[in-house]
């Protein structure tokens, strides 16, 4: 199986930078797109951004442009950059990948526990 662990949520002001990480461990044949959903109080999880191994990105609408979306393929982990935080972009945010643990023949998605992340003044 493979694991996410993420880090690196916490309380930050309005405007202010954050950074989280994600490494995906175990027993991993294949990583294949990895990234971030979030979910706020009372709401739906959504997209905040995709990274691809070969790098392409996908970003919400509400994040583009505050985000941005890294991967180190050597580590297996995926980093999701922010700026100009907004007491919006408060909610859970989970660490997703679609791979493979070896004895897999197919990609299955896999999801980290989830970081809090505070935006408040």
């Known amino acids: 199986q493979v694991q996410l662990a993420e880090s690196g949520g916490g309380l930050v002001q309005p405007g202010g930078s954050l950074t989280l990480s994600c490494a995906a461990s175990g027993s991993i044949a294949s990583i294949n797109t990895m990234g971030w959903y979030r979910q706020a109080p009372g709401k739906g999880r959504e997209l905040v951004a995709t990274v691809t191994p070969g790098g392409s990105t996908n970003y919400a609408d509400s994040v583009k442009g505050r985000i941005t979306i890294s991967r180190d393929n050597a580590k297996n982990t995926v980093y999701l950059q922010m700026s100009s935080l907004k007491p919006e972009d408060t909610a859970v945010y989970y660490c997703?990948?679609?791979?493979?643990?070896?004895?897999?023949?197919?990609?299955?998605?896999?999801w980290g526990k989830g970081t809090l992340v505070t935006v408040s003044s």
């Open positions: 997703y990948c679609s791979g493979r643990a070896r004895g897999e023949a197919y990609n299955t998605a896999y």
